[in-house]
Nanobody, 115 residues
Framework: VQLQASGGGLVQPGGSLRLSCAASGSIARINVMGWYRQVPGKERELVAHITLGGNTNYADSVKGRFTISTDNAKNTVYLQMSSLKPEDTAVYYC??????????WGQGTQVTVSS
């Protein structure tokens, strides 16, 4: 499984961004996709994930502001981020987990929230 993330950038507080992550390869094995983020000096933290059945889970810090979704036709997972705060600044990594619990990672994409 290969994951290609895109969509990061610089945005002002209160603004919005949409991250995309396109999967290719042995995608039939995938049953969960999602996003983590990491700030230098801190552990990578789960932001959101979505299961094959459409169940979603969000970190408390992003509930009500971020929305994860998929486009199965495009094998892509999206993270719509709204009402962004400076503390959302991080490198965001998409991931996929297959039925064997093997985790695949995309390259990180930088999100910077600053005025």
């Amino acid at each position: 499984v290969q994951l290609q993330a895109s969509g990061g950038g610089l945005v002002q507080p209160g603004g919005s961004l949409r991250l995309s992550c396109a999967a290719s390869g042995s995608i039939a094995r995938i049953n969960v996709m999602g996003w983590y983020r990491q700030v230098p000096g801190k552990e990578r933290e789960l932001v959101a994930h979505i299961t094959l059945g459409g169940n979603t889970n969000y970190a408390d810090s992003v509930k009500g502001r971020f929305t994860i979704s998929t486009d199965n036709a495009k094998n892509t997972v999206y993270l719509q981020m709204s009402s962004l705060k400076p503390e959302d600044t991080a490198v965001y990594y998409c991931y996929a987990r297959d039925y064997r619990a093997i985790v695949y990672w995309g390259q990180g994409t930088q999100v910077t929230v600053s005025s």
